[in-house]
């Protein structure tokens, strides 16, 4: 199965600024997935990124919020824009395999 | 669209013990596969055990083992022999054509020494 370092780990942020979650895989990979767990509760698909093509995002998220971008079948990145307090929850990757799925470790992101 | 539930927000289990965990689900396909993902409090998403619908056997992994009812749509976890490494939260997902998971709400589970 596949390998994801996800960075930064967690951070406090100022709200109206951005940030910008990395997620990096040891092996190429077509599917991959970003979900937001809101404090105490599940995981909610935000959007898929294919390599060479737009994601394509789920209801309730937008690109101009949650930009993606995915250069290549190894790197993908996840921008929470503007933020809020209520953008402050844990933010995964995720990759599929042959329905096999691995996860980052999350970013924990506070707005204050 | 497909929909995971999971309707037993907190279950509790004494230490070596058995608890089943609940989870149904809705899907329009007829392939899919079905996971239980345990999430600890370092947040890291584990996977416990993973069932393809077309296989009536249930699935196993040690301790772990799944009651698959297809016709019904329900898909329990079993954990016998509880231990306190065991403690988490437990969420249920579906995955169809779309590749994307699903997740239930979760379930957080307290083994009891």
């Known amino acids: 199965s596949a390998v994801i370092s996800q960075k930064p780990s967690r951070d406090i942020c100022q709200r109206g600024t951005s940030l910008t979650i990395q997620c990096q895989v040891d092996s190429q990979v077509t599917m991959m997935f970003w979900y937001r767990q809101q404090p105490g509760q599940s995981l909610t698909l935000i959007a898929t990124?294919?390599?060479?093509?737009?994601?394509?995002?789920e209801s309730g998220f937008v690109i101009d919020k949650f930009p993606i971008s995915r250069p290549n079948l190894t790197f993908s990145t996840l921008t929470v824009s503007n933020m809020s307090p209520e953008d402050s929850s844990i933010y995964l990757c995720s990759v599929e395999i042959d329905y096999g799925y691995t996860f980052g470790s999350g970013t924990r992101l506070t707005v204050v | 669209a497909q929909t995971v539930t999971q309707s037993q927000p907190e279950m509790s289990v004494q230490e070596a013990e058995t608890v089943t965990l609940s989870c149904t689900y809705d899907?329009?396909?007829?392939?899919?596969?079905l996971f239980w993902y345990k999430q600890p409090p370092s947040r890291q998403m584990i996977l416990v055990i993973r069932q393809e619908a077309y296989k009536q056997q249930n699935a196993t992994e040690n301790r772990f083992s799944v009651n698959f009812q297809k016709a019904a749509k329900s898909f329990s976890l079993k954990i016998s022999d509880s231990q306190l490494g065991d403690a988490a939260m437990y969420f249920c997902?579906?995955?169809?054509?779309?590749?994307?998971?699903?997740f239930g709400s979760g379930t957080q589970l307290t083994v009891l020494p």
């Open positions: 990124a294919n390599q060479g093509s737009e994601a394509t995002y």
């Open positions: 997902a579906l995955s169809g054509s779309a590749r994307q998971l699903t």
């Open positions: 899907t329009s396909e007829s392939d899919y596969y």
